[in-house]
């Protein structure tokens, strides 16, 4: 998913209205400076191609459902203004001034393949839009264009911009492949997205390739404070299906979210999973009595254990790097009793991915776990909950204590996806100031992923605000006052919903890998190809 995120976040970063504009006028200059005393002429011509430009792609824009604002409609036009001004300058100072006015067909690749995944309509339509363009683009061209009429400069106009289309039309059927899920289709559902944010597109995708996971979700009430964990991943991004899943939960009274052993293959597909698995929550279980925690720890983990009569709540924090442990971690815990395993998510570190050594370690301290037995505690709590946005922090911030006769444990849960190091060492440092043990945890959430694209996988910390809301939160809290809790809960119930599977995030990885640079490359080749077409056939 990480290779998904950074893809779109270079495809649809776009500058600012007024600095496309800039370009535009700064290329217009450019292109007609160079041409010395025709330089009103081209001006005056590169100004009305570009307004013929927005009219027509606008309009035909309406026809084909194209998800362009006219933010993306005006970069577009910047882009292919530079075809067409490179293409004059060429013809021009190669000695075939008449030529000039076939320059608007060296876009026709281009234009197309972009209406194409930008747009809800199938090829016929987006290449009858193409050819309409660019047929309304061409007496501008010829009137503009330094050329008496000539029928074979129309002709061949006409015959390079069908070729182009069919060009386009050939490198959009390279993405028509079936690979687990047909490439073309995702693709185009994927661009919609991003141009719309309307998830609709993408999650109609998802759906051919769901996959049944049989699932749970768990409770742990302390007084009123839900601890809420399910075997579900809170993503891919922003609105998509499971990305949701943190927020519904967090919205519930009281509750914490708690980022279960699970990775993006158990990603639920859309918003219906996402409110099945939440309605499945229940927090209304069977009595337990509280042990004394304890913690173990090695060269890469620490494990905070809170233990009950009847469960053990393990919460895993990595010392240098920790992200997505799977879910067979989990696995391995439960043949040791009831024991949940919650990854912290608490120590980015860039292009991290769990190693078979980290699980070794991981699984030596949940065997060391195993093996001690803990003395029954009374408890008592404290909780406060705030909602908190910031750069990277998404929706809220809580805070439980839990005192031990002689000990106290602050469990921090910051809504976001992963901690920057420096920033977890800032709040454990406070924290254990105010008396207590930190744990402090993240829920992974992938809300903000891609919201606007630039922001990218940015973890709590990363940005002055995350820390200003974060201690602005702790040093409103009084950490006296702890209330004695009589009332411990916890409950399982199993839930099966629709994920998107391992299958398909492998697939993914290889469309990107593969297809996508042989995709980059061949689009080169076309722009070049059709660039000398349309050279080669005018000076011949």
């Known amino acids: 998913m990480n290779e998904i995120e950074k893809y779109q976040s270079n495809i649809f970063t776009l500058p600012k209205e007024k600095t496309t504009l800039f370009l535009c006028i700064l290329s217009i200059a450019i292109a007609s400076l160079i041409h010395g005393r025709e330089i009103f002429s081209f001006v005056g011509r590169y100004i009305f191609l570009a307004l013929t430009l ?34 004059d300058f060429i013809v021009y100072y190669f000695g075939y001034p008449s030529r000039i006015p076939l320059s608007p067909a060296v876009v026709a690749p281009f234009i197309t393949i972009i209406l194409y995944f930008s747009s809800e309509e199938n090829e016929t339509k987006v290449c009858e839009a193409s050819l309409g363009i660019l047929l309304l683009l061409y007496p501008i061209s010829y009137l503009l264009g330094f050329a008496s009429f000539d029928f074979i400069i129309t002709f061949t106009y006409i015959l390079i911009v069908v070729i182009g289309i069919l060009i386009g039309c050939a490198y959009i059927k390279f993405f028509d492949k079936d690979i687990g899920f047909n490439v073309k289709r995702f693709l185009k559902s994927f661009i919609l997205f991003w141009l719309t944010s309307n ?3 993408l999650e109609k995708r998802l759906e051919e390739i769901k996959h049944v996971k ?10 009123d404070v839900n601890l809420i964990i399910n075997s579900f991943h809170p993503g891919p991004f922003m ?16 509750a914490i979210y708690l980022h279960s052993a699970t990775t993006h293959a158990n990603n639920l597909i859309n918003q219906r999973e996402v409110d099945k698995v939440v309605t499945s929550i229940s927090c209304n279980g069977k009595a337990i009595k509280p042990l004394k925690p304890f913690e173990i720890e090695n060269e890469r983990f620490r494990a905070i254990v809170f233990p009950f009569d009847e469960l053990r709540l393990v919460i895993i924090s990595g010392k240098k790097a920790i992200d997505d442990i799977p879910p067979e971690i989990q696995h391995f815990a439960e043949q040791f009793g009831e024991i949940i395993i919650v990854d912290a998510h608490n120590a980015f570190k860039e292009k991290y991915e769990v190693t078979s050594e980290d699980m070794n370690a991981i699984k030596k301290i949940i065997e060391e776990i195993a093996k001690i037995k803990s003395k029954p505690s009374p408890m008592k709590y404290k909780f406060v909950k705030k909602r908190v946005l910031s750069e990277n922090i998404c929706g809220y911030v809580a805070i439980l204590i839990l005192e031990y006769e002689d000990i106290a444990y602050a469990i921090l849960m910051i809504d976001s996806n992963n901690i920057e190091n420096k920033f977890r060492v800032q709040i454990e440092d406070f924290l254990k100031k105010k008396g207590v043990k930190p744990v402090i945890v993240s829920t992974d959430t992938h809300l903000k992923t891609g919201l606007p694209p630039n922001l990218g996988y940015n973890p709590a910390g990363a940005d002055e605000s995350d820390v ?22 916890y409950s399982k119930k199993e839930v099966s919903a629709y994920v998107i599977g391992e299958n398909f995030l492998n697939n993914i990885e290889y469309a990107i890998t593969q297809l996508g640079r042989k995709a980059l490359c061949l689009f080169a080749m076309i722009i070049f190809f059709q660039f000398s077409l349309a050279m080669g056939i005018g000076i011949i």
């Open 199 to 201: 998830p609709k597109y």
């Open 54 to 87: 927005f009219v027509t792609i606008f309009l035909f824009g309406r026809l084909i459902k194209l998800a362009f604002n006219n933010k993306r409609i005006l970069f577009l036009i910047f882009f292919l203004l530079l075809f067409i001004e490179i293409f």
């Open 214 to 223: 049989h699932g749970w979700v768990r409770c742990l009430s302390i007084e």
């Open 468 to 489: 200003e809301a974060v201690f602005n939160f702790l040093n409103g809290i009084d950490f006296g006052g702890r209330e004695k809790a009589r009332s411990i809960k």
């Open 239 to 254: 609105y998509i299906g499971g990305a949701t899943l943190t927020k519904k939960i967090l919205e519930i009274n009281n």
